[in-house]
């Protein structure tokens, strides 16, 4: 059943019953725009049209995977002449060293430069991040203007990620300490191992030593599971704030917010990326280690596929959800039937 309103200088009211699967939709129209309230059902399949439509939104994740793999190149090699680099110079081939003098020689390395390691690994996270934030918000940028529009161009990517970039990657470093916040959870064990004073403590005392690492291995658990359910709790923020250009605070307000109004939904597509993504992994896993070609397949099936699809399949739900303006060409194409 769809129910439609033309909200133009007459009103009219238009029924169409008929529509294949019971699939129920409810639109109003103001001019040219629709306001959608969609189910699950109708936003995977009107998300996939939407992406077979504008394949160009893989361009942000395959930008994002060039530009990480060229500034990770650039973090090994900088780590790798501050740890080594001191050491090495007047041997003619480092790799003819027996392990131990190699380790030696990072150890050396990692106490003499250990302000300008940490400095470095610190840059270069928050370096990485950003860069990830901008893709990111271009991605989704591209996502809402085809949702919406039905199409999408690479300008799109630019604007919303120079708009959104730096509050995106804000939010990111606050969902980030959200998670090593659940570090608590393995104190009270690591305390309790702690507490044994060493390998003799461990042997004198055994069974303290099995309590202290059921209670390491409950807090790892623990905080495994705090880390999945903010996963999933907050799985809209970046689009709520991309989509509604809000702060870090009101975004992560808004994200929690709408996984309250739509649990199910939300958990539904988590599972489909998470399975996607898991089923791609066995393919290279099984089939790849015996087919180079299956194996270079797999390692860009994510790039390619399942992060454009499931990024429009995000952004149509959080727009459907929020009953925002939406593209419904094939809707459009069978309203004349009901007159």
Not at 32 to 58: A, V
Not at 189 to 197: C, F, P, V
Not at 257 to 283: E, M
Not at 298 to 303: E, G
């Amino acid at each position: 059943m769809v129910s439609v309103s033309l909200h133009t200088s007459p009103i009219f009211t238009i029924s169409k019953g008929g529509i294949s699967g019971g699939r129920q939709d409810h639109c109003f129209i103001s001019g040219r725009s629709f306001h959608m309230y969609e189910d699950f059902g109708t936003t995977l399949n009107r998300g996939f049209k939407t992406w077979t439509r504008n394949l160009n939104i893989c361009i942000p994740f395959i930008l994002n995977f060039f530009v990480s793999l060229i500034l990770y190149a650039f973090f090994f090699g900088l780590m790798g002449f501050l740890l080594f680099g001191s050491s090495t110079g007047s041997i003619a081939d480092p790799s003819t060293l027996p392990p131990a003098e190699l380790y030696n020689m990072l150890w050396e390395g990692i106490r003499d430069n250990m302000v300008v390691s940490g400095l470095a690994i610190i840059v270069f996270s928050l370096l990485g991040m950003f860069l990830q934030a901008f893709f990111t918000a271009g991605a989704i940028g591209m996502a809402k203007k085809a949702s919406e529009t039905g199409d999408t161009i690479l300008s799109d990517m630019v604007w919303s990620g120079s708009k959104n970039a730096f509050r995106l990657f804000l939010t990111s470093l606050l969902i980030t300490l959200m998670l090593l916040a659940g570090i608590v959870f393995i104190v009270p064990g690591a305390l309790k191992i702690g507490d044994l004073s060493g390998l003799s403590g461990l042997v004198e005392n055994p069974e303290a030593a099995v309590g202290g690492m059921g209670t390491l291995a409950i807090g790892i658990l623990v905080w495994g599971i705090y880390s999945l359910a903010i996963n999933i709790v907050l799985s809209l923020t970046p689009y709520a704030l991309v989509i509604d250009e809000l702060d870090p605070l009101d975004a992560l307000k808004k994200g929690y917010s709408f996984f309250k109004k739509n649990k199910l939904d939300v958990f539904l597509i988590w599972v489909i990326a998470i399975g996607l993504a898991f089923i791609n992994g066995l393919v290279g896993e099984y089939l790849g280690s015996q087919n180079t070609l299956i194996s270079g397949i797999t390692y860009i099936v994510p790039v390619l596929v399942l992060q454009p699809l499931t990024t429009i399949l995000w952004t149509r739900l959080y727009l459907a959800g929020e009953g925002r303006e939406l593209d419904n060409h094939y809707d459009l194409l069978s309203v004349p039937d009901g007159f």
